[in-house]
Every structure is written in C-alpha cells, then in structure tokens.
C-alpha cells in the first residue's frame, strides 16, 4: 500500500480500504475496536505502523474511526429515551453503510428503523447499549438511568426477601434485570452466595441448578442453599460418574468442585441444567485445563450463567477473560485482543508467543464491565449496613480414616463416662475427641487457608494444640507468622509488628490462650478458629484481635469445623446468642447447664457420632 503523496484524511480512508479489503476486521468487530481505543489519538503519520499492528491483533483503530468509516459527524450520533417506550433511539445512523451495519450487529427483534422520525429503534437491554457506546455513540444521561434501573416488584416472589441486606437486593435485582447472566464481583463477606441463592428462588421454574466451585467450599454451599432456599441439593464427589443425567435432573442443587469437573462434563452436559453458577470464577483463568475446557462446553448449553468472584481484576485480569465470555461471550470475543488492551502485554523472546500476566487500563475495563455483566461492591461503600461482625460456618469433611478414629473415641467417651463429665479424665477425653477432629480435617484447613490467602488477602487463624499450629506453620512457614505459649514477649511484639506491616506476611498463626489477648491484628479484617476453646470469652476475645479501633472494615469471622462431630455443636453453643454457657474449665456457675455435659448427653443419645 502508498500512501505517498495524498492527504491526511485521504491516507485515513485509504488505511481503512486496505484493511477491509483483506477482511482484517469484520463488522462486528467494528464496535468492539472503536471504543476500546477511543483514547487513543492515531495521527495520519502513524498509519503504517498501526496497519502493521492491524494485520495481527485487529487493534488500534483511531479514534474518528466511525466518521471516517461511515462518513458521519460523530456529534451527530446520539442515543436517547425512546417517549413511552422501552426502546431506545438511535440517531445519525442514515447512511446505506450504517443500515448494514445495524442490520449485521442487532437481531431483528432488536431492531426496527423509524422513516417519519428518522432514527432507529434498539431494545434497551444493557448489551445492546453498550455496543452503541463501543461503536462511538453518545449517551443520553435519561438512558443510562433507565438501563440501570431494574424492578423492585419481583423481589415479593422471595419469602426470606427481607432477610437480605439493601445492597445484597440490588444485586439479586441486578441479577435478574441482567437476566441470570452476570459476574457477582462483591467484596469478602457480602453474601454472593445467598445472592446468588436469592435469585434461584425468584425462579422456581429453574428446577436445574448446577454449582461449580472449590472442594473446600462445596458443603458450604449446600448449607448455604438449605437455610435459603426451599430446593433440595446434592453434593457430588470422586471422579466416578454414579448419576445418570435424568437422576441429576431430579437432584435440585447440584454441586459440583472444580477438580472432578471434567470427568463429569459429558453427564452434566446432558443433564440440560437451566442455571450455573460458577464460584470462585478465576479457577477458570488457563483456558488450557480440562477444568476450563469442561466448564465452558457446560456453560455452552445453558442459558443463565452467574460467575462468582471476589477479586475479579485483580492484578492479573486474563484471569477473568474466561468467566467473561461465559457470561456474554459477545463482550470480549478475543482474548487476544483483551490481552492487549487490559494485559500489558510481553512478548517471549524464546517462544514468541505473548504473556498477558500484567495489568494496564484497569480503570476503563471496571467501567466496561459494571456497565453490562458485573456487579461489584466494597464493604466500604456498604459498611453502613453491615454490622461489626460478620459469623461464617464453614462446614469441611474427614477422611474415612480419621471418622473411624474420632467415632472409636467418642464411643470410648461415652462407655467410661458414669453421668460427671467434669472430671479432669472426662475433659482430657472430650479435649482428645476435639483433638482428633482437627488432625482430621487438616488437609482441608491447609486447602482453605490457601484459597483464601491467594484471592482475599491478609488472614488470623486461631488454633489450640501445638501439635496443629505447628504443622499449620511448616505448611505456610514462607509467608506466615506464629505465636504460641513458649514465645517470649519481645519476640511475639516483632511477630506481630512483621504481620501488620509487611506485605508478604499474609498469615498469623496464633493459639487461643497464648495470642487470643493483648495484641492488635488490625492489619486482617479476617479471622479463622479451626479449633474451638470451650469457653465463649475466649473465642470473643481472639476474635478481638482484628476488631480494635484502628479497624475501619467489617470484620468476617469463619468456624471451620466438620460438621456432624462436637466442634458443629461446640460452634453452635459458643455462637448463640441466647443461651448462657459457663466457664467450665474454671469452675465457673452457669444458668444451664455446662457444655461438655451437654456434649456427653449428645453423644450418648448417638449424636455427633
């Protein structure tokens, strides 16, 4: 191509000739390419270079792209508020080029051109209106308001509606005004799984419900769907298919984690489910694993998807690219060219190939998102509405092993017990039954703690045996801190320092009695017991630590404890408002009766066994 001799304007078009006529861009990828570099001022002697650009990752287009393109007047392109109507009103699209283009980016149902008034008429949906912000249109204030603005009068349908916080109603509305396809983006501890939950029970006709997620949170979920919603829900495990796809059809809430996905993806594809909800969404960030692969020929087939993440951008947006597409696989066709534009891209000397690990022009990606498929919220902006505390049961699982183990003891405890408990042997026993579940479920703790260090940030885990924080440090020795009852004081104040001030020191290992008083962790607005004092002062004290003054975030507080053994019911004691327990250990009265009494009554009667 020359483009010697000839005008500015003239080299512009000539560019844009020589671009189309060897199809380095289609139609639709006119919208997508304009807006993303509207900020972009591409100057008539910089043409050669961007066509060179063109021909690999169809980018960088300038930024009068549709004057050029379609000979229009960019001032003269608005969108506005089609009178009495749910439609929007498109004006200075006239020309043969622009109706083609129309014709090739709408469906016919979203369409319909006005000869008297001389505009088109677009169904204001929120994908459609950020196509024409893509493509250079200018938006009216009145239409950003009206797409924004979902009903409030669907929420009736959902019997707990008034158990939701106001902001986690916004999101459910902004769920379904969105209509079940959107990443749920809020902050730790805002309740994207009740969200989510909530707008399964304005639906009943979703009968079909399959939920992705890690292993460590599966349980969680179905706790979390049996307290709010009225749906039956089934747990699946191991990599051996034991359902056919008309008995899933039959299961309600079917959970599934990320590890086992793809030996199921065949079944679950069949099943036809009507909603998926994919948790921790940035587990599908390598489009390379069969995790991916599996999770995106499910979705495929399914008309709602809801992904969850609480830390969507973060610095490495790539990760998201997947749960985009899934939610509106229209949005960012390539991840090329999202990885150009939001990743900072590397090319490896080596391989050539690119490295899209780095994170530019975040801002303007926020934007894009919030205006079509995210819904994202900060405890900041909520924390009106939150109270000071936010408590979380976090149900884990033992292996077959360690069940033997703990139900040998406990039935030990209930043979030797003559009807007193509080004798120092019924305490050393009942202490080794607690003992056993949390060597038990360790491998979970570790895997949990991981998940929460690498996507929510800084953490406060609270133990009891040295045997358990020790092993709980050896695991996490690189970026941890740990205090238990031989440190010196000296040295558990530098400990405390090097958590609340460096970065990297993402973890403080603390037992209950040693590093549950006298020190501040304000640095956390997180904090996890994995064993259970049996004194409700103790727990509220270590839970303390985090919530001083200094901390300016609701504070989320997680009980993971493996349900259906004494720490379920110990959790339940020490966080129930209504009942009174006594300080068993020292002797203290109490207006009913003690806990470890009440355990040996429930374990006699075959519960918690």
Not at 18 to 25: G, I, M, P, V
Not at 272 to 301: C, G, W
Not at 475 to 495: A, N, Q
Request: overall charge positive.
């Amino acid at each position: 191509m020359s483009t010697t001799g000839i005008s500015n304007t003239e080299r512009v078009k000539e560019g844009i000739r020589y671009l189309k006529e060897r199809s380095l861009f289609q139609t639709q990828d006119i919208a997508f390419a304009s807006l993303l570099l509207r900020a972009t001022t591409l100057k008539a002697h910089e043409l050669s270079g961007a066509i060179r650009m063109l021909r690999k990752y169809k980018d960088n287009l300038p930024e009068t792209f549709a004057e050029v393109m379609f000979g229009t007047d960019n001032n003269k392109l608005r969108v506005e508020v089609f009178p009495e109507s749910n439609c929007l009103s498109v004006f200075g699209a006239t020309s043969e080029t622009w109706r083609k283009w129309m014709y090739s980016t709408f469906s016919a149902s979203d369409r319909d051109w006005r000869s008297k008034l001389h505009c088109w008429l677009i169904a204001n949906s929120p994908k459609n209106l950020n196509t024409l912000r893509l493509a250079g249109f200018e938006i009216a204030p009145d239409v950003v308001k009206l797409i924004n603005k979902p009903t409030t009068d669907i929420l009736s349908r959902y019997a707990r509606a008034d158990d939701l916080r106001p902001f986690q109603r916004v999101g459910v509305l902004q769920i379904e005004h969105w209509h079940g396809r959107a990443i749920l983006a809020d902050e730790m501890g805002l309740g994207k799984t009740i969200q989510a939950l909530a707008y399964m029970e304005l639906h009943p006709e979703l009968e079909q419900v399959l939920v992705v997620c890690p292993a460590t949170l599966k349980y969680n979920w179905q706790r979390e769907a049996n307290d709010w919603t009225e749906r039956p829900s089934q747990v699946l495990s191991g990599r051996k298919v034991n359902y056919p796809a008309r008995a899933l059809r039959q299961l309600g809430i079917v959970i599934i984690n990320y590890d086992i996905l793809a030996a199921w993806k065949n079944v679950l594809k069949e099943a036809r489910f009507q909603l998926v909800v994919f948790d921790e969404a940035h587990y599908l960030s390598n489009p390379k694993t069969q995790r991916t692969k599996a999770a995106v020929a499910i979705a495929r087939s399914i008309p709602r998807t809801i992904a969850i993440s609480g830390t969507p951008l973060k610095s490495r947006p790539i990760e998201i690219h997947t749960a985009i597409s899934m939610v509106d696989k229209e949005l960012f066709p390539s991840r090329l060219r999202f990885g150009m534009r939001y990743c900072r891209p590397k090319r490896n000397r080596f391989s050539g190939q690119w490295d899209f690990k780095g994170a530019e022009r975040t801002d303007e990606l926020f934007a894009l998102l919030k205006q079509s498929v995210m819904i994202r919220r900060t405890k900041k902006e909520v924390l009106p509405e939150l109270p000071d505390k936010v408590r979380t049961f976090v149900p884990l699982t033992m292996s077959a092993s360690a069940w033997k183990k703990y139900r040998e003891i406990a039935t030990g405890i209930v043979r030797d017990a003559k009807g007193d408990a509080q004798t120092v042997p019924g305490l050393a026993k009942m202490e080794y039954l607690k003992q056993a579940v949390a060597e038990g479920k360790l491998p979970e703790v570790i895997d949990w703690v991981r998940d929460f260090l690498d996507n929510e940030g800084k953490l406060v885990l609270f133990a009891t045996h040295r045997s358990i924080v020790d092993a709980l440090s050896a695991k996490f020795k690189k970026e941890c801190v740990t205090v238990y009852g031989g440190v010196p004081s000296k040295t558990r104040d530098t400990l405390v320092q090097q958590f609340q001030k460096d970065p990297k020191t993402k973890l403080f290992i603390g037992n209950i009695q040693a590093a549950g008083v006298g020190i501040t962790l304000t640095a956390a607005s997180a904090v996890a017991f994995m064993e259970f004092p049996w004194n409700p002062s103790d727990i509220t004290q270590a839970e303390d630590r985090v919530h001083r003054i200094g901390q300016k975030d609701c504070v989320n507080v997680f009980y993971l404890a493996v349900s259906g053994t004494i720490e379920e019911r110990i959790v339940e004691t020490l966080n129930s408002k209504s009942r009174v327990v006594g300080q068993v250990l020292d002797g203290a009265s109490s207006t009913e009766k003690g806990m470890l009494s009440s355990l040996l009554k429930d374990l006699e009667n075959g519960n918690y066994m």
